[in-house]
Antibody
Framework: QITLKESGPTLVKPTQTLTLTCTFSGFSLSTSGVGVGWIRQPPGKALEWLAL???????RYSPSLKSRLTITKDTSKNQVVLTMTNMDPVDTATYYC???????????WGQGTLVTVSS | QSVLTQPPSVSGAPGQRVTISCTGS?????????VHWYQQLPGTAPKLLIYGNSNRPSGVPDRFSGSKSGTSASLAISGLQAEDEADYYC????????????FGGGTKLTVL
């Protein structure tokens, strides 16, 4: 059974750096083809893909946010960490981590964590 | 402005069939990349509904079906039920700008 769970601060101030952790179980991020990604959803708005890290440590980022994002993995802890710098109120959203099996679909999702950016 | 275009809303009566369109371009759906669909019930995380254009994960009723043609894709829901009321998102991959995953703007399905 595959599960993912996001953790991190619920409130950050403008200009601060956000660090979110995705802790997963039921699969290994050292298995060929597997990836873990981050997707966010502002309140009442659409989903937006942010970043993905593959089993071989290949990393991909949203072109519009690339300069602010860093994704890393700790295979031994079954964790993926996303950092986003220079947070702004428009970054207020529910942040999800999700599992990529082999195709380009997001097969399993975490429950999401709401991050509010406010002073 | 989402890369994939969906109608903001659709509606139908119980038992009816509705379709939701998803229009892309030559760098995503038209380039041959698969389309996937997600259902998001109020207050919950998205759930994969259709993958690889027309495949259903285990547990998804066969009332849900997907298709793709050219630069567009469609999700069809037959035998509409009250519990189908949700937001639906299409998703694909875009080969421009070094490649990235793209979503539609979402469609709110209302069961009348």
């Amino acid at each position: 059974q595959i599960t993912l769970k996001e953790s991190g601060p619920t409130l950050v101030k403008p200009t601060q750096t956000l660090t979110l952790t995705c802790t997963f179980s039921g699969f290994s991020l050292s298995t060929s083809g597997v990836g873990v990604g981050w997707i966010r959803q502002p309140p009442g708005k659409a989903l937006e893909w942010l970043a993905l890290i593959y089993w071989d440590d290949d990393k991909r980022y949203s072109p519009s946010l690339k300069s602010r994002l860093t994704i890393t993995k700790d295979t031994s802890k079954n964790q993926v960490v996303l950092t986003m710098t220079n947070m702004d109120p428009v970054d207020t959203a529910t942040y999800y981590c999700a599992h990529r099996k082999t195709g380009n679909e997001w097969y399993y999702w975490g429950q999401g964590t709401l991050v509010t950016v406010s002073s | 402005q989402s890369v994939l275009t969906q109608p903001p809303s659709v509606s139908g009566a119980p038992g009816q069939r509705v379709t939701i369109s998803c229009t892309g371009s030559s760098s995503n759906i038209g380039a041959g990349y698969d389309v996937h669909w997600y259902q998001q019930l109020p207050g919950t995380a998205p759930k994969l509904l259709i993958y690889g254009n027309s495949n259903r994960p285990s547990g998804v009723p066969d009332r849900f079906s997907g298709s793709k043609s050219g630069t567009s894709a469609s999700l069809a829901i037959s035998g509409l039920q009250a519990e189908d009321e949700a937001d639906y998102y299409c998703q694909s991959y875009d080969s421009s700008l070094s490649g990235y995953w793209v979503f539609g703007g979402g469609t709110k399905l209302t069961v009348l």
